[in-house]
């Protein structure tokens, strides 16, 4: 049907020859173009602006309307010399001039035949040259490429028409209405997406065949480029929403980069590749590695999963696989080592010897899993800090107090929006080394929940045979953390379950004594409380006498941490005296020190033994020992036992345990069987506000009722521990260590113990234990011997039989 349509010709022969045949002057006013070639025989609007081009227009179209056309060879420049300007150009017929509101000017030139610059005769107002008009070398008729090439010209135009959806259909319609060759050639290379250079060389071809040869092979390139796109486009033509038309972008872009060989993250690839050169790893997780870059670079980089794909390259490089560093294995000064950080403390240390002992000898031993447990501020953390330091190794810690998600130790699946690696990983990454002291703190304090338990994924981390191949979920591969030396700390074991206590290898750090912690703020607490704050050495000298003052008037613990704090107060005094320049007495005395501190408290210290049922008994608490008072009384009732104090169901079967074993036995020590039906015994256990519990008062609280039965007085300073049978059979009991240094601080003399803890006492230095008388045994009958007196209280009531009065 297009065929029968009737085309007006876009340019016919007629209009070609009078173009040709069109006298030119040798003299012309040239406008210089940017952006842009004029073609002999092409129509194009342009827009001047500058005031030289202005009045140059204004006045030609006054005139014959002629100028010379030259376009400029950098479009940077606003106000071009002639050094700026192509010497060929076309000559042009301004066909019509439009004055825009601005003050711009928009004129219609039409090309008409090219020309060559001899010389500029004029700059001012305008350019001027003299030019010489060029003529056109045309092939003949004979000439049988010439008509072949035109047609190919014509035909690659109406396929960059019908690829290009941005050109209108009616472009196809006004190339087939062009009758003149060289029109054709000059109206589709003005018409191409060229630069103005590419252009420029295309115009200063005299040749037109070969001209048509080179705008050939542009429009062949344009054509691939046309079809290329289309091809991407295809690849993703979808129903689209508008997520769907972001995706789409998105393809197109992994498209192109995929035809260029490459995407925008290939140097990051590269960096990647380099660094994994270097890694100790072995050929599995290599080729693992190799496999997970490459589904890298085939993420499109605005795709969600290239970023976890990334962080996860990035994470396995940042694991020091097979890196170690070299343990130090100068056992003596490594010695000297805990010694100057930690005073006492010598199992612990003498373990760590140990072992290093054997690494020495055989070169390679898997790791021990120490647990420090004890009371907070005896110095278990910071010596996990002075084992590294001993041998020589990296040093990280880990809290796990509160720890109650899996996933914080085995990690998330990468699959999961903001996966992350576990944090025991994560502690070896930042510790750049395969074998560091890892001090696992407070493993005491983990938890379990609806998002899994902790202490089971423990299991792994913590057992010579399996962690070797630790698996965390996030790396997906096994890495070995049996090089690692893992130091546990907890306060108390029991809330740790028996699988995860059965991998490690307990170690108790107690409580220290007066001597102890008065030797730990000399070397330790004081010098480093006054380098903390500024202040020379000498600055505060506190002597035996006060330190000792010190710890027992103010503060009441195992460790060292609130004796730390009272140390740093009274280094701020002295540094608050110091900077207001204020004279102040540097030998601090007791005076001094209850001034700056406060009244001092008043230690929990044995009472006297008046009045019977009281008896002192001994405690192990999270925080150290403890002395506590168990208190009987009988009053006149229908019978029964009443306990209070906040004692636990362990405690109260004691009671229970000890009432009724003086029921069976009353005969024996003489107490009228009456008064368990008329009286009432009630059982107290002071400081009713903390809760209590353990079977340890089991012989305490026997004593303290047999004491308010026969109303006998116990025997002063006398203090005692230890779990009781119906039988009558004294148990041993633990906390031994920090209870006798309870019963020191209380001024106790003598401490009644199961005979099975005797072996306790003698692993206790023998200072720690002067001034002490101990009696072990294995009956009832033998306390109650040893702690009662025959010294009845005076004009108490007596519940004992006749007979035995």
């Not at 997406?193 to 705008?215: H, P």
């Amino acid at each position: 049907m297009e065929d029968e349509i009737e085309l007006i010709p876009l340019m016919s022969k007629e209009e070609e020859v009078k173009l040709q045949k069109q006298d030119l002057p040798s003299s012309l006013p040239v406008l210089s173009l940017r952006n842009t070639v004029l073609f002999p025989g092409v129509v194009a609007p342009i827009t001047a602006g500058r005031d030289k081009s202005i009045k140059l227009l204004t006045e030609a179209y006054k005139g014959d309307r002629l100028i010379g056309v030259l376009s400029q060879k950098d479009v940077a420049v606003e106000d071009p010399t002639p050094e700026d300007l192509f010497q060929y150009g076309t000559v042009a017929r301004i066909m019509r001039l439009i004055k825009l509101p601005d003050g711009n000017i928009t004129v219609i030139l039409q090309g008409i035949r090219r020309f060559k610059v001899e010389k500029f005769a004029e700059e001012v107002p305008y350019f001027r040259a003299d030019v010489e008009i060029l003529t056109e070398k045309v092939p003949t008729a004979r000439n049988k490429e010439y008509p072949i090439i035109i047609e190919s010209i014509r035909d690659l135009a109406y396929q960059i028409v019908e690829e290009n959806p941005m050109l209108p259909s009616e472009a196809a319609n006004a190339i087939r209405s062009i009758e003149s060759k060289t029109f054709l050639i000059n109206f589709v290379a003005s018409n191409l997406t060229l630069t103005t250079d590419e252009k420029q060389l295309l115009l200063e071809i005299s040749d037109i065949k070969l001209r048509a040869l080179e705008v050939m092979r542009y429009m062949n390139i344009e054509l691939q480029k046309l079809e290329l796109k289309n091809s991407i486009q295809n690849k993703v033509r979808k129903e689209l929403d508008q997520q769907q038309k972001e995706y789409f972008l998105h393809q197109q872009i992994k498209s192109i980069q995929e035809e260029l060989g490459g995407n925008t993250t290939e140097e990051e690839i590269n960096e990647m590749r380099i660094k994994a050169q270097k890694k100790r790893w072995s050929e599995e997780i290599a080729n693992h590695f190799d496999k997970e870059i490459g589904r890298l670079s085939r993420l499109n980089p605005q795709m969600p999963e290239h970023n976890i794909q990334r962080n996860y390259l990035e994470f396995m490089l940042d694991l020091p696989w097979n890196e170690f560093t070299k343990d130090v294995f100068d056992l003596k000064n490594a010695q000297k080592t805990l010694d100057q950080d930690h005073y006492g403390l010598e199992e612990v240390k003498e373990r760590i010897i140990e072992h290093l002992a054997v690494l020495k000898l055989k070169g390679d031993m898997r790791s021990p899993i120490l647990c420090l447990y004890g009371p907070p501020g005896v110095g278990k953390t910071s010596l996990g800090k002075s084992i590294a330091k001993a041998i020589g190794r990296k040093y990280v810690r880990m809290s796990l107090g509160g720890l109650h998600d899996e996933s914080e130790i085995r990690g998330h699946r990468k699959t999961y929006i903001g996966a992350m690696p576990g944090r025991i990983l994560q502690s070896i990454k930042k510790a750049e080394s395969s074998n560091p002291v890892f001090v696992l703190d407070e493993i005491d304090k983990m938890t379990a929940s609806n998002h899994g338990d902790p202490s089971s994924a423990m299991l792994e981390v913590l057992d010579p045979e399996q962690n070797n191949a630790f698996r965390d979920n996030f790396l997906e591969l096994d890495y070995d953390l049996s090089k690692v030396f893992f130091v546990a700390t907890a306060n108390n074991i029991g809330n740790i379950p028996g699988p995860l206590r059965d991998r490690m290898e307990m170690i108790n750090i107690s409580g220290y004594t007066i001597e102890e912690k008065s030797e730990i703020v000399k070397r330790h607490l004081l010098p480093k409380q006054l380098k903390e704050h500024g202040i020379e050495e000498k600055a505060i000298v506190l002597g035996k006498k006060e330190i000792e003052f010190l710890i027992t008037g103010y503060t009441r613990e195992s460790g060292v941490r609130n004796l730390n704090q009272k140390v740093a107060k009274l280094v701020r005094n002295a540094a608050k005296n110091i900077a207001m320049e204020v004279e102040y007495n540097k030998k601090y005395t007791i005076a001094d020190i209850e001034k700056i501190l406060g009244p001092s408290i008043t230690p929990e210290r044995y009472e006297n033994n008046e009045v019977p049922g009281v008896v002192v008994g001994l405690a192990w608490t999270s925080v150290g020992g403890d002395i506590l008072f168990i208190e009987s009384l009988l009053s006149k009732g229908k019978g029964g036992l009443s306990i209070t104090g906040n004692l636990g169901t362990v405690m109260k079967e004691s009671a229970t345990i000890a009432l009724e074993y003086i029921k069976a036995h009353a005969d024996e020590y003489g107490i009228d069987a009456e008064v368990f039906e008329n009286y009432k015994v009630h059982i107290h256990v002071p400081e009713g506000a903390t809760p209590k519990d353990g079977p340890s008062a089991g012989i305490t609280m026997l004593t303290s009722l047999m004491s308010s039965f026969t109303q006998r007085k116990v025997k002063a300073k006398l203090a005692m521990t230890g779990e009781i049978t119906l039988r009558g059979k004294v148990l041993p009991v633990g906390g031994i260590k920090e209870k006798i240094l309870a019963a020191k601080r209380a001024d106790i003399k003598e401490i009644i113990l199961c005979d099975d803890n005797r072996k306790d006492v003698e692993d206790i230095k023998p200072e720690y234990l002067k001034g002490l008388t101990f009696h072990y045994v294995k009956e009832m009958q033998e306390v109650l011997d040893i702690a009662l007196t025959n010294q009845k209280v005076k004009g108490a009531k007596s519940f004992e039989t006749e007979k035995n009065k």
